[in-house]
């Protein structure tokens, strides 16, 4: 019994650390060894009476796949905002909702060389949606989370924000889409933060097809505050205000590249970059991934993978002459042919008409004041250089120790595709 409640202790310590999923995952199988049923149960309750904050957050819009599921619509939560991890391709492609779809003639608009501004959060019911929500209108202003911590979103803080992407396909028919279709049209560094989030559109967005196209949100949070999970929430969406018909190019896998110096690199590789149309990342699931990093190293929509803050202004078939092959010891770089139409930073006015939300009154305790663009204002760029926290924690995915979780095999490959 003494053995029994040692390796009960050091499993919950593990857990809470979150350590090597191996290890724990033989603590795990030592206690059923046991026959520790007691013990694991004292376990679950022990875990449950915890205050660990699960980092949940989509974006919110009539116009997406599974706007009304529930955690009751699914055999499993399968809520929009519920992490994807070892997934088969049917369950985290558009999250599992392609039989969820929005109501005919609901689309996101993004105006072309505008702002779009889109709605994150935990919960339906912390956004303008919050009369179709479960829980009814819990909404806090510009808070992502209502009364709860940052952890809730996965972060230590403004510092350890890794920022959020939204893709497009320029095709209607949802069924006929892949992954390798989407391309990343804009980027907002400072996400998952506020609850009003900005997109900036490339001012030469064509326009979409009859019918419109697709797009969806995608979000990897920072290693610090959770485990290796997945976002993606798809909608329907069409291009307003199009002066181009330029199509883009053909995205390609995105390359880690820039400053990482947690990895020994503390210089940014630009000949290792991929440059113009680049596909979100497909991550840590069971089949059809595209990155290969491991457990402690995300692929992140930032700077280390050459996603630039706010618009991307080179994803177009005639924006570079030439592309040379990317490499880890190369210091060519391709020359952007057409002049950008926006400043990688969103323009000055957050404005937008989009998608129809409410300018929030008021802000969450203890965040930079929004109506300036996030992650642009001095202040903010003061708090990313200086940092919010020096906290490193981890939380605890509930499920962790489910059978599809233990033992899974996962290839290192920090700095892809070496």
């Known amino acids: 019994m003494r053995c029994e409640r040692y390796t009960l202790l050091s499993l919950l310590l593990c857990l809470l650390l979150r350590r090597s999923g191996a290890w724990c995952s033989f603590l795990y199988h030592r206690l059923l060894d046991m026959h520790s049923f007691a013990l694991l149960s004292l376990l679950a309750l022990a875990l449950n009476g915890l205050e660990v904050v699960r980092g949940h957050a989509s974006i919110w819009h009539n116009s997406m796949y599974g706007f009304n599921v529930t955690d009751k619509t699914f055999d499993y ?27 005919p003639g609901d689309f996101f608009e993004l105006p072309a060389g505008q702002v779009a501004t889109a709605e994150i959060a935990c919960n339906k019911g912390a956004t303008s949606w919050y009369n179709s929500s479960e829980g009814g209108d819990i909404r806090q202003g510009n808070n992502p989370c209502p009364n709860s911590p940052t952890a809730a979103y996965h972060t230590t803080g403004f510092s350890d924000l890794k920022g959020c992407a939204l893709a497009i396909a320029y095709e209607s028919d949802v069924s006929k889409i892949q992954p390798e279709d989407f391309t990343v049209f804009s980027v907002n560094q400072t996400c998952v933060w506020y609850r009003f989030t900005d997109f900036a559109v490339p001012a030469r967005m064509p326009p979409c097809p009859e019918g419109g196209c697709h797009c969806a949100w ?99 078939i005639d924006s570079y002459a030439e592309i040379p092959p990317p490499s880890p010891n190369s210091t ?65 995915p509930f499920g962790w120790l489910s059978q599809s979780n233990v033992n899974v095999k996962r290839k290192f490959s920090l700095w892809h595709p070496f």
């Not at 399968?78 to 558009?94: A, C, G, I, Q, S």
């Not at 930032?302 to 991307?312: I, S, V, W």
């Open 77 to 103: 939560d399968n809520r929009p905002v519920t992490p994807l991890m070892n997934y088969d391709f049917e369950k985290w492609w558009f999250h599992g909702h392609l039989d969820y779809p929005p109501h």
């Open 218 to 316: 995608f979000w990897i949070h920072s290693a610090d505050s959770g485990g290796e999970q997945n976002y993606m929430t798809g909608f329907k969406c069409n291009v307003t205000g199009s002066t181009s018909n330029v199509p883009l190019a053909k995205p390609q896998v995105p390359r880690r590249c820039g400053a990482d110096p947690e990895f020994n690199k503390p210089e940014a590789s630009p000949g290792n970059c991929t440059y113009g149309a680049k596909q979100p990342f497909y991550w840590f699931q069971a089949e059809r991934n595209n990155m290969f990093e491991g457990t402690y190293a995300p692929p992140f929509y930032l700077d280390l993978y050459n996603f630039k803050d706010g618009a991307q202004d080179d994803i177009f």
């Open 332 to 396: 060519v770089v391709p020359v952007l042919q057409q002049p950008q139409a926006t400043q990688s930073g969103l323009p000055a006015s957050t404005s937008s008409t989009s998608s129809n939300v409410p300018v929030p009154s008021s802000q969450p305790t203890d965040q930079v004041p929004f109506g300036t663009a996030p992650g642009r204002c001095s202040v903010c760029t003061k708090r990313r250089t200086q940092g919010a926290s020096t906290l490193h924690r981890r939380s605890i």
